[in-house]
Nanobody, 122 residues
Framework: QLQLVESGGGLVQPGGSLRLSCAAS????????IGWFRQAPGKEREGVSC????????NAADSVKGRFTITRDNAKNTVFLQMNRLKPEDTAVYYC???????????????WGQGTQVTVSS
C-alpha cells in the first residue's frame, strides 16, 4: 500500500521551530517531487514548499521564504520541512504530497499524507 506519513507537528510558541518529516512506505520517494502544503481553518490549501526528485531544485512560498527549508534524504525515503521563526499565521494542518511531475504548488499531486497539526501560539 502506497502511503505518506507526516510527523513532527505540535504546539510551539511564536519564534520557535519545528521539523516536520514525511516518510513514504510502499514506494520510493526518489521517483517523485515532494511538496508541503498547509490548510488553516476556513482557508484553502496552499503550497508551502517543494523539492525536486534529487533535491537540486527547491521552491518556497513568499510567506515562508527565509524561514522554512525543505530537504530530502532519499536513502531514508523521507523529506523534511524545517520551520524556524514560526508565526501564529503559520498555524495549519500541514500535508506532504508526492508527484511524478515537477515541483509546483498546484494541489494536483498523486499521493497525499493525512496531515499533521502545527499550532503557533503563546
Amino acid at each position: 500500500q502506497l502511503q505518506l506519513v507526516e510527523s513532527g507537528g505540535g504546539l510551539v510558541q511564536p519564534g520557535g521551530s519545528l521539523r516536520l518529516s514525511c516518510a513514504a512506505s510502499g514506494f520510493t520517494l526518489d521517483a517523485f517531487a515532494i511538496g508541503w502544503f498547509r490548510q488553516a481553518p476556513g482557508k484553502e490549501r496552499e503550497g508551502v514548499s517543494c523539492i525536486s526528485r534529487i533535491g537540486s531544485i527547491t521552491n518556497a512560498a513568499d510567506s515562508v521564504k527565509g524561514r522554512f527549508t525543505i530537504t530530502r534524504d532519499n536513502a531514508k525515503n523521507t523529506v523534511f520541512l524545517q520551520m524556524n521563526r514560526l508565526k501564529p499565521e503559520d498555524t495549519a494542518v500541514y500535508y506532504c504530497a508526492a508527484t511524478q511531475g515537477y515541483c509546483n504548488f498546484l494541489p494536483r499531486y498523486d499521493y497525499w499524507g493525512q496531515g499533521t497539526q502545527v499550532t503557533v501560539s503563546s
